[in-house]
């Protein structure tokens, strides 16, 4: 498996942002029965509410962690230069990591704020990493 050691850092962002987002999960179901709701029920949608903010961050890591495993396991499998590779996908960990803290703490405006500008960077290393993917297919 030496081929995929140039790789590290990729994949270990890959496992990271797994481990967090099943990390999250009962810690969302925790603060939606806090509240009375059945499970599977979403809080009411308040900004506000901390349980709101807690379950979109999880729902938000569960939407983006296919996409972010698929265009990383694609590059891998498709030899994309490791540097770029292991660059941008750390630079999309590290963007989801402050945003989760940015989210769940209700850090900024709800909308076009600072969690805006940490999802927008996730979504462009992540694009990125898809078309160098797509380039190296052909």
Avoid at 4 to 16: K, R
Avoid at 43 to 49: C, I, W
Wanted: proline fraction near 4%; charge should be positive; charged fraction near 10%.
């Amino acid at each position: 498996m030496d081929v995929f050691a140039e790789y590290g850092h990729a994949i270990a962002s890959v496992m990271v942002f797994t481990l967090v987002v099943l990390f999250m999960a009962p810690f969302t179901a925790l603060a939606k029965t806090a509240k009375g709701l059945a499970p599977g029920a979403t809080p009411s949608q308040d900004y506000a509410d901390k349980a709101y903010r807690l379950n979109r961050a999880y729902l938000n890591g569960t939407e983006t962690l296919p996409a972010f495993a698929a265009v990383v396991v694609a590059a891998v499998l498709m030899g994309v230069s490791p540097f770029w590779v292991n660059l941008l996908a750390s630079i999309a960990l590290v963007a989801r990591l402050v945003m989760l803290v940015v989210h769940i703490r209700g850090i900024g405006k709800p909308n076009s704020g600072l969690r805006s500008v940490l999802y927008v960077l996730g979504w462009v290393c992540m694009f990125v990493i898809g078309l160098m993917a797509l380039v190296a297919a052909f």
